[in-house]
């Protein structure tokens, strides 16, 4: 039998389940848990400052990670890479470190209606604190940004430009190298929300224009726990540590301390060089299997998906008619009934969804939607899984109570 990619997935090959909630967290292939493994068993010890060689191997594994990352990232140097524990540290990280100390009362920063909550509520901290301005780019129904009405949100006013490049609600992918050629003319600098974007289509920070970009490794099919911001290192260097404690100095006195180079000044405390080593593994795994072969999957599975559902009059899609502006984000409601009710349908029927507001509650306010059902597909996924989700939803209105 021909290998398929969901051969190296352990947790897809002994569930009876249709997995299709993946932009909230993806699988892991064996090389990840592998990776992992080895190094707790042949690798351990605390990295960066122990002379002695197991100390030292555990060094060069971490720093290696770092070094794929870059490659990964397309970042000029390996001090712009920061591990963190997710994206929503990475966002905070700027947010307190950059954000705090470059913005005052008059200024703005802008953000896009379709934010996760992790790249809004620092923002809306930043502002409280300094008496900036939050204003809004609004989106089309599809998600679309208008360009024109986002240059006329552009001010000299504009410190800071916070986007995600992939909305986890409906799919679409933002513009987010010409809203950073629009932030720069006026010298504010462009953060980017890569959590969603980063499974599914190359990311190169140098081409987005990207000052800041974070990301989370399990959704990428790396472990739970580690998560990567990029900086640009002259934006890094000029801010002050986010943490303070062991391994982000140089000295320490009893007046004050000197702070670790990059990218070292942001990783305070015992570093977790096992999870950036399963991150490793995750990226090499990815090239391995490569993007446009992801993506020709992921719009055959959403393209079938939004079909099925074109033909169940109850069911509808939020977003784009096409299935190619969904990264396998397909997000919607079932007329009278609740998304909660849809889920618990669906997960007795042994298919994983999510439903509720999907940490983007002012998006989903502006939809006029309060809660909805979102089902998020891997290029692991399977014609099958599709056709078992269909299958539910065309009798769940009736199983609610609604007839045919």
């Known amino acids: 039998m021909a290998h398929t ?11 009876d389940i249709a997995y299709l909630d993946n932009a909230a967290t993806a699988q892991r292939p064996q090389c990840v848990l592998d990776a992992v493994t080895e190094f707790y068993k042949s690798k351990n010890a605390n990295p960066l400052r122990g ?12 720093e290696s990670a770092r070094d794929t990352v870059r490659d990964f990232l397309n970042a000029k140097s390996s001090r712009e890479i920061i ?13 307190y470190s950059y954000g705090l100390s470059n913005v005052k009362a008059g200024d703005e920063v802008l953000v896009s209606i379709m934010e996760h ?4 509520l620092p923002w809306q901290m930043v502002c409280r604190r300094t008496g900036a301005a939050l204003k809004f780019m609004e989106c089309e129904p599809d998600g679309t940004l208008d360009l024109n009405k986002v240059a006329s949100l552009i001010t000299p006013k504009t410190k800071i430009v916070a986007c995600t490049h992939v909305s986890n609600v409906l799919g679409r992918v933002n513009p987010i190298r010409e809203i950073a050629e629009l932030a720069h003319r006026v010298g504010a600098v462009m953060v980017v929300d890569a959590a969603q974007s980063t499974p599914h289509l190359p990311v190169d920070v140098q081409a987005l224009g990207a000052d800041f970009l974070s990301f989370s490794g399990h959704k990428v099919y790396g472990p739970m ?13 000029a801010m002050p540590p986010f943490l303070t404690g062991g391994e982000m100095i140089e000295s320490v006195t009893r007046e004050g301390a000197v702070f670790a180079e990059l990218p070292h000044k942001f990783e305070a405390g015992t570093v977790n060089a096992a999870d950036a080593v399963g991150l490793q593994a995750a990226i090499e795994y990815v090239k391995s299997v490569g993007f446009e ?10 393209r079938r998906a939004m079909d099925g559902i074109r033909g169940i009059p109850s069911v509808h899609v939020l977003g784009s008619e096409n299935p190619e502006e969904h990264c396998g ?3 919607f409601t079932v007329d009278g009934v609740h998304p909660h009710d849809i889920s618990e349908i669906l997960a007795s029927d042994g298919v994983a969804i999510r439903a509720g507001h999907h940490c983007a509650q002012p998006l989903l306010a502006y939809l006029k939607h309060p809660s909805t059902a979102r ?8 014609e099958a899984e599709i056709d078992r989700l269909l299958d539910s939803l065309s009798t769940l209105r009736e199983r609610m109570g609604y007839g045919k």
């Open 5 to 15: 990619y969901r051969d190296d997935f352990p947790l897809l090959n002994s569930l």
């Open 375 to 382: 089902a998020s597909l891997a290029f692991y996924n399977t």
């Open 117 to 120: 909550h992790s790249n809004l």
């Open 51 to 62: 002379l002695y060689p197991l100390s030292i191997s555990a060094t060069e594994s971490y």
């Open 293 to 302: 072969q992801m993506h020709r999957q992921e719009v055959a599975l959403t």
């Open 225 to 237: 726990g580690i998560g990567v911001l990029y900086g640009r290192e002259e934006l890094l260097d």
């Open 83 to 95: 591990f963190t524990r997710n994206t929503t540290e990475g966002l905070n990280l700027v947010a």
């Open 329 to 331: 984000i397909i997000t």
